[in-house]
């Protein structure tokens, strides 16, 4: 009942103001007509004086709220009375007074601090700039909402996964302040118009009166405990903490000096989002950031994704300073994990076993075994090389251990296993190893490995890294040139030489039906420097004809 009788007053000078069929906030407000997405919204906490209009009759909807505005509209939910303020001012009368604000919002920010709605570190640092109190952001006015309406413990008991399209934006130990505003019905769990929450967004008046209107709402439904009363606790050194924390913008407190090293996922304003090796959060640049890119004193704006970075941490994830080199090279390895969010990634096991996170541009260039492929279809485990300019990966090649492939046999091998060196589609050669019980196949037959030719067109199963089955074609062709050298043996050969002084080496068939000067001979009738048609499949000559050139 408490919550109720706070705003009688309030509510009984705006009844004054209804009027049949025309909305409060169309006659308190030009610019919130009965039309705007915002209308009940706006009119309810005017009703409940959480939220005012200006002078000139607007309400502003659209404009930002900075973030003593956004404690003080969150902690009229509280009911705090007078007495609550003066504990609490008493209590940090020193710390608020530094800041450039009247009395009463000193109080405000004393009642804030004194309930853990927000911490002096964060004020300190990210509250002020140039004299003015900054502009709240969405992701932080959540979290004060979830604190003001006592629901903090709950929140960090629930989980799931978040629906937003730049999900990866939002700190893992934030999701579940958003969870609980998600079921609550206060945040709407497909984002806006483009599925995006946009966690660092500026939260403007209209926004800021639904969640106000929502929450309020919900906690007239669902009473929660009073928060308690903080006392002063007595500083302790550091002891591990094994308990779930909350938002780290507002509560990982860090030592001076801890250093992590990872990558830019994201940066939103003032906030860069760096995923290590065990997690990712946000950090804040302050105007005294240390940022040094390649050896030189930079700026925030010289960051970009994908950077490899070095930071230090001061409390409340400030960035002290944060170090970074570009990156041109060529990473080889094997597929740990493929991120297809916001901020795609690919996480490999580098070949001198140490893992590393790639981020990928935009126009990210995949090929699997050859042929242009999407990131989806990469699998864990597939040995890569990652082409990386500037920190990005630009161009991803996949050597699957299961899938098929298309390309030409350049050449067959046999060593300790039996091998084919395929080029395949993007021009590129890879050898292949082929199982003890493959399948061969040549123009529809069951063929060995010995009738595989040179430039036949195969097409290439793999499992596990081997290849289980190979179906080939022979491809027929032509050449003509000078013969340059015969080799009699068992598997006879030819090499010719074309006019433009490259030079091809073919088998010739058994069968091969060969012409000198229209008489019908055999491989004894051919002689060096005579100048020769021949008919082919694939690397093998199945007619050849010797044609008197004049000029040779």
Partial sequence: MKRKFSRVLTLILLLSLVISNVSLAQIMFTDVDENHWAKEYVEDVVKQGFMYGYNDGTFRPGGNVNKIQALTMVSKLMDYTKEDLDVARN??????????LSEGEKDILSFALYKEIVYEDLVTNTYFKDGKATDAEKLEVCVYLVRAMGLEEEARKGGGVLLFKDAEWIPDKACPYLHILIQKKILDSKGDSEGKFNPFQPITRGAMAKMLSLANADMDKNPQK???VVEPKPVQPPVEDTEVQPL????????EGNEILGNIVA????????????????????SNTSITVNGNTSTKESLEKGMTVKITVKEGNILSSIESESTNDILSGKILGVNLGANPSIKLESDDNTVKTVYLAEDTKVLVNGKSSLLFTLRENDTVKVEVINNLGIKIVVESLNGSLKGTIVEKNIEDDYLLVVEREDGSEHEYTLDKNVNIMRNGSQANFEQLRRKDVVNINLANGLVTDVDAMSVKGEDEGYIKGILISDEPQL?????NGKEETYDIMKSAFIKVDGKIVDIYGL???????????SDEIVELKIVTKKGK
Avoid: C, T
Wanted: proline share 7%; net charge neutral.
């Fill in 91 to 100: 209590k940090y009368d020193n710390f608020v007074k530094q800041f450039p």
């Fill in 226 to 228: 009073e928060l308690p």
């Fill in 248 to 255: 780290p913008i507002e509560l990982n407190v860090k030592p």
């Fill in 267 to 286: 940066k939103a304003g003032d906030f860069v989002i760096i995923e290590s090796i065990d997690k990712k959060d946000s950090y804040k640049i302050v």
């Fill in 495 to 499: 090499i010719i030489g074309m006019e």
């Fill in 527 to 537: 002689r060096l420097g005579q100048y020769a048609n021949v008919k082919l499949e």
